[in-house]
């Protein structure tokens, strides 16, 4: 938003967040310290968008995943067609299953 030129205020409404949020993302933020000294924190991460890893999985094909296993098939069909190792289905099906808690 703020590469196509719109007002850091404008951009800061349109996501849901304070103007004041938007500045410190921007610019980094300024930390007081016990001793009244100012250490300026530069922003987390650069406001460019960066290529996602292949290495994680997208939203659409956690969603084949979800939709295949709950079809019945197994981690290494869905695997083969989504050229990825089966272990990263594995874990995929393990981390999403809906209705259990942790250690049940």
Known sequence: ???????????AREV??????AYIWR??????????AVKVVPQ???LSLRP??????????????????????????????HDRSPSTISRELRRNVHGRTRGA
Not at 1 to 11: D, I, K, R
Not at 27 to 36: E, F, I, N, Q, W
């Open 1 to 11: 938003m703020l590469a196509q030129g719109q007002p850091l205020a404008a951009a």
């Open 16 to 21: 849901g967040a304070m103007r004041t949020t």
């Open 27 to 36: 610019d980094g933020t300024a930390v007081r310290r016990k001793d009244s």
């Open 44 to 46: 987390p991460w650069p």
């Open 52 to 81: 996602i890893s292949s290495r994680f999985l997208f939203e659409e094909e956690r969603i084949l995943i979800a939709d295949l296993a709950s079809r019945g098939a197994r981690p290494t069909e869905i695997a083969a067609l």
